[in-house]
Each structure stands twice: as structure tokens, then as C-alpha cells.
């Protein structure tokens, strides 16, 4: 079993849907989240993190956790075709507190 | 600006010539990380640096050297490169502990071992 598994997609959603988008994860000791979106052809981008059970809103995009059923989510409201891109999910865990990423969901929102 | 900078951009080579790939931040971070981005695979972890003089292995170190002289460097070495090297490699930066931050990530280096 992978430490974080991801929908590899592709997922589509008309433009001003929302979109969500899924990770589960196999360590129950892991502590930090985070949203990672990657454009074709271009690095990472932190978007957001989240470290307590519950939803954690930023602007359009807003995390969940659930530490007991091991799994978070991404869910991005008023979905616009610029949010086409690659979501990475990933856990932060081990004495290092280093970062292990999923394959990513790829999201494309239809105009 | 606040960055991570790699280079080169692009780089194909030859199995067995040995190659280094550049990495330099400005941003005084203390944690610094290569990662390869294969499909399907998604981003796994080669070697990351706590500090100065300090690496550890990552996922997947196998074929991979690095070192840390100073802070604000973290070059990749590929001391005998080979074909089921060639990936898309990024390099990134973390102030404290990757938990706390995340991740900041440099544009990438797409390596073509031939």
C-alpha cells in the first residue's frame, strides 16, 4: 500500500462547479497535510496545509482532515478553468518530518 | 526575489558521464530536498539536508550523490548516470522542519540519460 494515494483522475468539472478532490494515507502518525498545484510543465505550489481535524477555508479552496479515517480532502469552489492543473497531496511524517507526496489528481475544469 | 534555482533547465547526457545539477537558494533555509517526478510514480524524495554538512537518504537514493558545503547550495550528483535515471528532478527549500512549511520548489530539470 502506498503512504498517500490519490485518484489519478482526470477529473472534470464544468466551470463553477466544485471540484474535490481525494487523498488517504497509510501512517496514522502523520501530523501535517498539504495541497500541492502543479501546472503542466511546472513546479510545485504550495496552496495549502492543514494539521487539526476539521476544514480549513482559504479564499475558494478549503482542506479537510480526518485523522481517523485517514483521509484528506481538497475541495475548490467556484471552480475556473485556470484551476486545470495537477493536485498533489502530501504527509509530512518520520523523525526527519520530511514530506512523502501522492501521484497527484489531475483536474480540468471545462469552460 | 525569494527563490530555488536549478540548473540547467534541460540537460540530456550520455549512460555513464558523470553530471552534477545545481541548486541555490536565497531565501537563508535551513532544509533542502531533491525530489524526481516520474509519471505515474508522482514526486519521490532522494536525499534532503537538515543543515550544513548534514544529508540524509530519502525513497530513493540509490545512483545519487550529495553534499552541503554551504547553506545556500544542495547540488545532485549523478556520478554514473543510466537510462532509468532520466526524470523530471526538482529541488526545495524549507525554512524549519518540512511539516511545519512545506516544501518551496525550484523550477525543475528534466534529465534525458541516453
Known amino acids: 500500500q502506498k503512504e498517500v494515494e490519490q485518484n489519478s483522475g482526470p477529473l472534470s468539472v464544468p466551470e463553477g462547479a466544485i471540484a474535490s478532490l481525494n487523498c488517504t494515507y497509510s501512517?496514522?502518525?502523520?501530523?501535517?497535510f498539504f495541497w500541492y498545484r502543479q501546472y503542466s510543465g511546472k513546479s510545485p505550489e504550495l496552496i495549502m496545509s492543514?494539521?487539526?481535524?476539521g476544514d480549513k477555508e482559504d479564499g475558494r479552496f478549503t482542506a479537510q482532515l480526518n485523522k481517523a479515517s485517514q483521509y484528506v480532502s481538497l475541495l475548490i469552489r467556484d471552480s475556473q478553468p485556470s484551476d486545470s492543473a495537477t493536485y498533489l497531496c502530501?504527509?509530512?511524517?518520520?523523525?526527519?518530518?520530511?514530506?512523502?507526496f501522492g501521484s497527484g489528481t489531475q483536474l480540468t475544469v471545462l469552460p | 526575489e525569494a527563490q530555488v534555482t536549478q540548473n540547467p533547465r534541460y540537460l540530456i547526457t550520455v549512460t555513464g558521464k558523470k553530471l552534477t545539477v545545481t541548486c541555490s537558494q536565497n531565501?537563508?533555509?535551513?532544509?533542502m530536498s531533491w525530489y524526481r517526478q516520474d509519471p505515474g510514480l508522482g514526486l519521490r524524495q532522494i536525499y534532503y539536508?537538515?543543515?550544513?554538512?548534514?544529508?540524509d537518504k530519502g525513497d530513493v537514493p540509490e545512483g545519487y550523490k550529495v553534499s552541503r558545503k554551504e547553506k545556500r547550495n544542495f547540488p545532485l550528483i549523478l556520478e554514473s548516470p543510466s537510462p532509468n535515471q532520466t526524470s523530471l528532478y526538482f529541488c526545495?527549500?524549507?525554512?524549519?522542519?518540512?511539516?511545519?512549511?512545506?516544501?518551496?520548489f525550484g523550477s525543475g530539470t528534466r534529465l534525458t540519460v541516453v
Open positions: 526545495a527549500s524549507s525554512s524549519k522542519y518540512p511539516s511545519d512549511y512545506g516544501y518551496t
Open positions: 501512517d496514522r502518525g502523520s501530523q501535517s
Open positions: 492543514i494539521y487539526s481535524n
Open positions: 502530501a504527509k509530512a511524517s518520520g523523525s526527519a518530518r520530511q514530506l512523502t
Open positions: 531565501m537563508n533555509h535551513e532544509y
Open positions: 539536508s537538515m543543515n550544513v554538512e548534514v544529508t
